[in-house]
């Protein structure tokens, strides 16, 4: 008899679960392909007419979906053309950083409509980071305008499905902080979390690089190395909400230590405090990565052996992650990709032809088209998400209208038990 651990065996889905999974299809269809007819729909998604029609009433019920006459001549009755609603309400994204708070206010297509860019020190206390988090989101809301629902992007580690920062390295004192519940209770809204690379990359899968890709791999490089993979138009995050950590993949088994307990693990040697570290090491005097960027293109022979040293690294990091996931297209963001302009394309020479096979000829590597902006309309396209996946719970929690404007005192609680689930 087997003894071990018992095997987690696959279970059946009931008809509300084969409901949910229908919805998202169709609505997967209809954000990427929009506008689109009711028998393009049901053409694109192999769902029946009936199902369509369903899905739509249903979704129409919520004053989610726009119809419009199809401006096509042809035979009989023009096509209703279907689009989502972007007056149905606002939605407000944020990222939460080491330095930054940044917010932006949408409408439900996901079309910025205002932001706010406010210092942030993550390290005073939590009350103070949170309270000024609610007074940056107040600032912003349109009074007038029903709030759907806020997501956040925060670094990770965290714990998507409570809502709950589990300890983010450099984060001041911000462990097991049940923020969704605390923004929930706030403003009276639906709210979601996720880590801040995992947003990116949702965000450039809706609004950016990847909308047309199934298979992506979202790749911040700033104080920290993050990552994000969407598989099948999905977050892929693993057994614990840690897969994409392509920071702390080992680079060079005999590196500097990690704040993890590695060794050599790539955020050691390609974030933007550890070049500006060797920068200083070696008799340089930058105070950014663009300013080591100027002295490399001026011919400077110590920025330009550490641009190449980092080159090196990423780019075996690249070739590795490439092996590993087989994505359709990588995409990179963040500070150092913003200040060094041809970093993108070096890469994408260098990891050519390293590859397994065939996947170098076929992989793409290209710059975030959403800039500084990828987390926070990844965090608004979180929200959008949730929203569209069960419309009757989210919008029955929202309020219509957001009531009050500076943000309200503190109160707990604050933290959730520790999980990693």
């Known amino acids: 008899m087997n003894q071990g651990k018992p095997r987690r065996i696959r279970q059946g889905r009931n008809l509300p679960e084969v409901r949910a999974d229908n919805l998202s299809v169709v609505l997967e269809a209809l954000q990427k392909l929009q506008p ?3 028998s393009g729909l049901a053409e694109a998604t192999g769902l029946t007419a009936a199902t369509i029609t369903h899905m739509v009433d249903e979704l129409s019920a919520y004053d989610l979906l726009v119809e419009t006459p199809s401006s096509e001549r042809q035979i009989g009755r023009r096509p209703t053309l279907l689009t989502l609603n972007p007056e149905r309400g606002q939605v407000i994204g944020v990222e939460l950083s080491r330095s930054r708070i940044q917010v932006i206010r949408s409408n439900f297509g996901g079309q910025t409509l205002a932001r706010l860019d406010r210092p942030f020190q993550p390290t005073a206390s ?3 980071g949170l309270t000024q988090l609610a007074g940056v989101i107040s600032d912003i809301v349109d009074q007038d305008r029903p709030l759907l629902g806020i997501g956040v992007g925060v670094p990770g ?10 300890g983010p390295p450099n984060f001041g004192g911000w462990r097991n902080v049940a923020l969704t519940a605390w923004l929930r209770e706030r403003f009276g809204v639906p709210c979601w979390l996720d880590d801040d690379a995992k947003a990116a990359a949702f965000g450039e899968r809706w609004y950016g690089a990847g909308r047309h890709e199934d298979t992506l791999l979202y790749i911040s490089l700033r104080s920290g190395v993050g990552a994000g993979l969407i598989v099948g138009d999905r977050v892929y995050r693993g057994a614990h909400e840690l897969a994409g950590e392509i920071g702390h993949t080992t680079i060079h088994v005999d590196g500097p230590l990690c704040e993890c307990g590695n060794r050599g693990c790539l955020e050691t040697l390609v974030s933007v405090p550890a070049i500006l570290q060797e920068a200083r ?3 340089l005097t930058v105070g950014s990565p663009a300013e ?12 330009r052996s550490i641009q190449e040293r980092v080159h090196t690294y990423l780019s075996a990091a690249l070739v590795n992650a490439v092996n590993h996931y087989d994505p359709a297209l990588i995409v990179l963001g963040g500070v150092l990709v913003r200040s060094w302009p041809d970093l993108t394309a070096t890469l994408a020479e260098k990891v050519k032809g390293r590859s397994f096979g065939y996947l170098s000829k076929d992989i793409r590597i290209v710059q975030s088209v959403l800039g500084e902006d990828a987390t926070a309309l990844g965090a608004v396209a979180i929200a959008i998400d949730h929203i569209l996946g069960d ?3 989210a919008l029955s929690a929202s309020r219509a209208v957001l009531g009050g404007g500076a943000a309200q005192p503190f109160t707990p609680p604050l933290t959730a038990a520790p999980s990693t689930k």
């Open 292 to 303: 080591l960027h100027t002295l490399a293109h001026a011919g400077d022979p110590v920025a």
């Open 391 to 393: 419309p009757h719970q």
């Open 36 to 38: 689109i007819s009711r």
């Open 281 to 283: 090491r070696l008799g």
């Open 157 to 166: 580690p965290v714990n998507s499905a409570e809502g709950v920062v589990l």
């Open 126 to 128: 939590v009350e103070q």
